[in-house]
């Protein structure tokens, strides 16, 4: 498996194939039914159940009763509202970059585990209007009636929070970049209506092609498009990074960043939902649409076709080892610096940079499994 650190309560759980074993096999299955249609994981799935199969793996006790603390699911940093910043700190717990003190609010979809799903619910809940609202208690506080081993530990959230984010798509919020190219804050949501965004002062159009070449979509620079531009919108937007090139980030050209501008990226990439950014894409160019964003500056990384580099050394130490797997995840998760070669990075050579390439580096490092692939970049964005 890709493993960053940790232990497994529950073995039978993480044979995902159900084949007796925790290899990096499972790791494999679960990306493929996440990202590439694959099949889903075996029973019990996607309800609790027991194991159906009799191996040598088995399944610490997981019950528990209800913690007795009033919370709201999805609210996952107990701020009193849902919304993106939630799906942010489910990732950075997954990522062992924070911590949740109430592990039964990040459980949206009360499956009794903390886990990528419980981010991609919300996330599909509050912008795409592809998933169901969180499980209860939502959208008011209350107590957990699902036995499960979380728990509560604390929540601070206020009692009758309202959610700040509709699920439809028309209702996301707006936020529009201040003169230096930093986010609002938003304001606290009332109970009539979703989260207002203080005006900006007024500003001239930047005329078209007046700024620095880009890549649409590449919010943060790195010379490709991938779910790390995702996770450098969403930060901009809720005040936890910022966006030299705010041109790159508006993927729809219209002008503003917002959360469609993530949900396009995410669209386009994995889903088949959203077309291309719009231009300039797949190379680099001028802004061909006169609005108030700009490009200040645009680090260029984008490997040149003359520079050799040794496939699979993703953070250019020279050689090939954990280091490599652990910058290709964090990379990809959008909560570590990208890869000193994007090209090198990419193990399989399919183009993109993502888990598949850590997990066959995995295989390859310890099991014995295929090699990275010969230097024969196919990717236009690498």
């Known amino acids: 498996m890709i493993h960053l650190g940790g232990t497994i309560a529950c073995l039978d759980a993480a044979d995902a194939n159900d084949n007796g074993g925790v290899t990096s096999a499972d790791a494999d299955y679960v990306l493929a039914y996440l990202f590439r249609g694959g099949p889903a994981p075996a029973a019990p799935y996607p309800a609790k159940g027991n194991d159906s199969t009799a191996d040598s793996l088995n399944c610490g006790e997981q019950g528990g009763g209800a913690s007795g603390i009033s919370f709201l699911r999805g609210d996952a940093n107990a701020d009193g509202r849902v919304d993106q910043s939630d799906t942010v700190r489910i990732n950075e717990y997954l990522n062992d970059r924070g911590s949740i003190s109430c ?59 309202t959610p700040s984010v509709s699920p439809s798509p028309s209702a996301s919020p707006t936020v529009s970049p201040t003169p230096s190219g930093s986010p609002q804050p938003s304001t606290s949501p ?3 209506a979703s989260p207002a965004v203080s005006p900006t002062p007024a500003q001239s159009p930047v005329p078209p092609g007046a700024t620095a070449l880009y890549i649409r979509g590449d919010a943060n620079g790195s010379g490709g498009l991938d779910i790390s531009d995702t996770a450098r919108i969403l930060d901009y937007l809720v005040g936890r990074a910022s966006i030299a090139c705010l041109d790159a980030a508006d993927v729809n050209d219209d002008g503003q960043i917002t959360d469609a501008d993530a949900d396009a990226i995410q669209g386009y990439l994995f889903l ?42 993703a953070d250019g130490s020279g050689r090939i080892d954990q280091a490599d797997t652990l910058r ?35 295989r390859w490092l310890f099991l014995g499994g295929a090699a990275p692939a010969a230097r024969t970049p196919l990717s236009i964005f690498l």
């Open 190 to 192: 009332t109970s009539s």
């Open 103 to 161: 592990l039964d609010a990040a459980d949206t979809n009360d499956d009794g585990v903390v886990s990528t799903m419980d981010a991609r619910a919300l996330q599909g809940f509050l912008f795409l209007g592809s998933y169901p609202s969180p499980r209860q208690p939502y959208p008011t506080v209350g107590l957990d009636t699902t036995t499960d081993g979380l728990g509560c530990a604390a929540y601070r959230g206020s009692v009758a929070p």
């Open 328 to 362: 290709i995840l964090n990379y990809f998760n959008g909560i570590g610096p990208a890869p000193t070669c994007l090209d090198a990075a990419d193990v399989d050579d399919d183009g993109w940079v993502s888990p598949f390439d850590a997990a066959r580096l995995q």
């Open 272 to 313: 088949g939902t959203h077309p291309a950014p719009r231009a300039p894409f797949p190379t680099r160019g001028a802004d061909p649409t006169a609005d108030q964003l700009g490009c200040t500056h645009v680090p260029f990384r984008l490997t040149p076709p003359a520079v050799t580099f040794l496939r699979g050394d």
